[in-house]
């Protein structure tokens, strides 16, 4: 199977990394229509819309992720949106609802990312009940659960330990029923993966780091009769030669807001505490890693086109089936990864699949 592309959209404000350099990334509606016109039109398949509603690295103005999916929908053809949504803040009955309006405005194309919530800030700001990290967890399963049978049953009746559905009906259904993403690296979370939903992201990492955790909730999902796919976080800087791109990656850092880096820092490390492991996602980044939230840089996708295609062909080989992409200069920047790193990565798809089964 082919791999298949994806792009954070910028819709909170800062870009995708916490640094004071120059970015040409904005964050308003007209801007992320650009975007995603662009991305699919250069062969992106999906577009995962952040969920933040108060500022956390800096991020100071937030665009709600299931709306402006719904506004999207209107200005794109092709591309599937992943809104991201926090249980506790939302209801799944009532997104439930939200995603099969957006699956209709788009033909089909809504996708959902559910977050478990590592920001205490916001649930207490909001006047919600912050959970214990597993139970965080418990409740993003339901919450899965009950979205799933109001897609796909004629009359949902659930009863949990966080929702309960009373004949519930959900008219129209869905064109399609919405694929669900979801992250974490903790037990809760890989547990929770295999159980109920379809794909699994993961931050940037090396490739051994991957590996271990593609191995490991592909184990747990065979155990449940089910299958994954995997997506791998990466920040991507192209450029003509090796040394260009490092040295963008070197300006990117010089110019970090060590405020906001170790604000973020000291926030996951707080919910990472919080797990039965005493360790979160972030449990291994250190500085240079926070500057792109969700460990981009480890991933390796920074260098020539060809050198970067060769990366993703590596990441292909142990088992990622998406690539989940961030930029600095969001115009330039994704154009370019459509026009010169796809279409070599498609290259190399087939020549690698002409080669002998060992």
């Known amino acids: 199977m082919s791999l298949k592309f994806a792009y954070w959209v910028p819709n909170v404000s800062g870009g995708l990394v916490i640094s004071k350099i120059h ?7 007209d801007d992320n229509a650009r975007y995603a016109q662009i991305a699919e039109e250069v062969g992106f398949e999906f577009a995962l819309l952040q969920t933040r509603f108060i500022a956390s690295y800096g991020a100071e103005n937030q665009l709600e992720a299931i709306t402006l999916a719904s506004a999207l929908a209107t200005v794109t053809k092709k591309i599937n949106l ?3 949504v926090l249980p506790g803040l939302w209801h799944p009955g009532t997104v439930a609802k939200m995603l099969s309006t957006i699956d209709q405005i788009s033909h089909g194309r809504a996708a959902i990312n559910v977050v478990s919530g590592w920001f205490k ?20 399963e339901e919450f899965i659960t009950v979205m799933r049978e109001l897609w796909q049953q004629e009359e949902t009746n659930f009863r949990g330990n966080f929702y309960r559905i009373n004949g519930a009906p959900l008219k129209p259904k869905p064109i399609s029923v919405p694929p669900v993403f979801q992250g974490g690296n903790s037990s809760a979370a890989r547990q929770m993966a295999s159980r109920v939903s379809d794909w699994y992201f993961m931050n940037g990492n090396t490739l051994d780091g991957f590996k271990t955790q593609i191995d490991e909730v592909k ?16 920040f991507v800087i192209i450029r003509d030669t090796e040394e260009e791109a490092r040295q963008v990656l070197r300006d990117i850092i010089a110019s970090s807001d060590p405020e906001a880096v170790e604000g ?11 797990s039965p492991e005493r360790e979160g996602m972030w449990a291994n980044s250190d500085y240079q890693d926070l500057v792109q939230y969700n460990d981009g840089f480890k991933t390796g996708l920074i260098g020539t086109p060809e050198g970067v295609a060769d990366r993703i062909i590596e990441l292909k080989r142990i ?12 115009d330039e920047d994704i154009r370019a990864f459509g026009e010169k790193v796809i279409p070599l990565v498609r290259q190399k798809e087939a020549e690698l699949a002409e080669l002998p089964v060992s």
């Open 319 to 330: 088992g990622v089936d998406l690539i989940l992409t961030g930029f600095l200069h969001y």
């Open 219 to 234: 184990g747990l999902a065979a155990a449940n009769n089910r299958t994954l796919q995997f997506g791998a976080n990466a």
């Open 121 to 140: 800030g916001e649930f207490h700001g909001y006047g919600e009940p912050w959970l214990d990290h597993d139970e965080r967890y418990r409740r993003s």
């Open 23 to 29: 970015q040409k990334t904005g964050w308003s509606f």
């Open 264 to 274: 973020f820092r000291s926030q996951v490390q707080f919910a990472g505490k919080a």
């Open 82 to 84: 992943i809104a991201a």
